[in-house]
């Protein structure tokens, strides 16, 4: 069973700087692939950004590229977002997800991950 916990939401003004964690318990000697996608109030859930297992795979959506960057500790199971200039438009509930194929970021992008934290609210005031 794979678990995921999201920290770090929160408010913020515009241009600030945010950063979320997400903990995650997966099998034993599992290779997965990590990813945050988010959700703005009456709007679809979108992605956000995706890292293979090793990291040498890392795609963002274009709206975040340039601010945010992923990065994971495969040794403590665990995945930030490091979100810098934050525009308003990036308020949203924002998911920690895994999926344990390991496929391309392009991919996830397109059909999500496989499983789900339960989001963490980040608000960026004007």
């Known amino acids: 069973q794979v678990q995921l916990v999201e920290s770090g939401g929160g408010l913020v003004q515009a241009g600030g700087s945010l950063r979320l964690s997400c903990g995650v318990s997966v099998p034993t000697d599992s290779t997965y692939a990590m990813g945050w996608f988010r959700q703005a109030p009456g709007k679809e859930r979108e992605f956000v950004a995706a890292?293979?297992?090793?990291?040498?795979?890392?795609y963002y959506a274009d709206a975040v590229k340039g601010r945010f960057t992923i990065s994971r500790d495969n040794a403590k199971n665990t995945v930030g977002l490091q979100m810098n200039s934050l525009k308003p438009e990036d308020t949203a509930v924002y998911y920690c997800?895994?999926?344990?194929?390991?496929?391309?970021?392009?991919?996830?992008?397109?059909?999500?991950?496989?499983?789900w934290g339960k989001g963490t609210l980040v608000i960026v005031s004007s």
């Open positions: 997800a895994a999926d344990l194929r390991d496929f391309s970021g392009s991919y996830y992008r397109d059909h999500g991950m496989d499983y």
């Open positions: 890292l293979s297992w090793t990291g040498g795979n890392i």
